[in-house]
């Protein structure tokens, strides 16, 4: 199913910064332009329902204290190094969601591929892949199944 997803869609190169406003691109842009900032919080992040209910539920399950998710998963990382920078490699975008894949500098080099889905109202981060987790949806599923009673 994910394939033809991604044969649907249209895949372009973007630059960073050239996505226009309330594209999918801009949307990923604007996270990680904001993620150096001191008080960025992942959290607070437009996300798709399930991914919204996933990282509910693991926040609620962590009581306070530091829970699954010991890092923001943009990045995998608690804090952003002082090299730190981004660049969009590639945009495939079909009529209700798109994948943006961005290539991150913080200290080392690593790639990210964020899902996205187009609501009523704009973009929403429906996935994470990055290094350490290949889907954070998925992941979140399984990891929050093993904690359950």
Request: proline share 6%; net charge neutral.
């Amino acid at each position: 199913m994910q394939t033809l997803l991604l044969a649907a869609l249209l895949v372009f190169d973007l630059p960073a910064g050239a996505g226009p406003p309330g594209t999918a691109a801009a949307a990923v842009e604007g996270i990680y332009l904001d993620l150096p900032r001191l008080k960025f919080d992942y959290r607070k992040v437009r996300y798709a329902p399930e991914l919204n209910r996933l990282l509910a539920r693991e926040a609620a399950a962590a009581g306070g204290e530091v829970g699954l998710l010991d890092a923001v998963p943009f990045c995998d990382c608690q804090d952003t190094a002082n090299n730190f920078g981004f660049h969009t490699i590639s945009v495939a975008v079909g009529p209700n969601q798109a994948v943006v894949t961005v290539q991150l500098r913080n200290g080392g080099a690593s790639i990210y591929r964020i899902d996205m889905v187009r609501l009523h109202d704009g973009w929403a981060v429906a996935d994470i892949h990055g290094p350490v987790h290949a889907s954070l949806v998925t992941w979140l599923r399984s990891a929050l199944a093993r904690r359950a009673p």
